[in-house]
């Protein structure tokens, strides 16, 4: 199954509202994380099934959708959550995920 | 707290064999699956694999049979076993806890260990 991100890359303010996209080729149903990777890092899980938060991740983070088609959104940005973001499928084997996106 | 550790040979030549494990501290194998994912530098993630304590595992069709994941000869270990590298192998390899109350999302990841493959 591929997921495909959008945009690649994301240029936001402080405080700002942005949303990422994930698309997958075909139905996953609500097989889906979010993560967040910083530079030198490994990847933080945010979300699981689609929409649930993970322990600890703040509220502003919010994720939606189910089937092919998934929201990841971030309320009020904070200076912390200029990263990377992937999407990751897990409704069946191979596990993919998607080719990232920069918040910047 | 689960935490994950990697290590193994960084730097291989063509046609040479890459071999990791990963230690898991604060928690056992059972329950879980066990994952590989790599990263070469500044591209995406890639799942490699991933094992469960009874020693089942499944692997990247990508990788074409060339990756082996195993259960580790001390407790609480598992390995990856990669054959035939090149240039395209190098990444930054992770080994990553598949969590069944996350529906096998990802919860606990090691830091990573850099593979370079070069001549």
């Known amino acids: 199954i591929q997921l495909t991100q959008s945009p690649s890359s994301l240029s936001a303010s402080l405080g700002d509202k942005v949303t990422v996209t994930c698309r997958a080729s075909q139905g996953i149903s609500s097989a889906l994380a979010w993560y967040q990777q910083k530079p030198g890092q490994a990847p933080d899980l945010l979300i699981y099934d689609a929409s649930t938060l993970e322990g600890g991740v703040p509220s502003r983070f919010s994720g939606s959708g189910s089937g092919t088609d998934f929201t990841l959104t971030i309320s009020g940005l904070q200076p912390e959550d200029f990263a990377t973001y992937y999407c990751q499928q897990f409704n069946s084997y191979p596990r993919t995920f998607g080719q990232g996106t920069k918040l910047e | 707290q689960v935490q994950l550790q990697e290590w193994g040979a960084g730097l291989l030549k063509p046609s040479e064999t890459l071999s990791l494990t990963c230690a898991v501290y604060?928690?056992?194998?059972?329950?879980?699956?066990w994952s590989w994912i790599r990263q070469p530098p500044g591209k995406a993630l890639e799942w490699i694999g991933e094992i469960n304590h009874r020693g089942s595992s499944t692997h990247n069709p990508s990788l074409e049979s060339r990756a082996t994941i195993s259960l580790g000869t001390s407790q609480n270990q598992f390995s990856l076993s990669l054959s035939s590298v090149t240039a395209a192998d190098t990444a930054l390899y992770y080994c990553?806890?598949?969590?069944?109350?996350?529906?096998?999302?990802?919860?606990?990841w090691g830091r990573g260990t850099l593979v370079t493959v070069s001549s």
């Open positions: 604060g928690g056992s194998l059972s329950g879980s699956y």
């Open positions: 990553a806890r598949g969590s069944l109350s996350r529906g096998t999302a990802f919860d606990y």
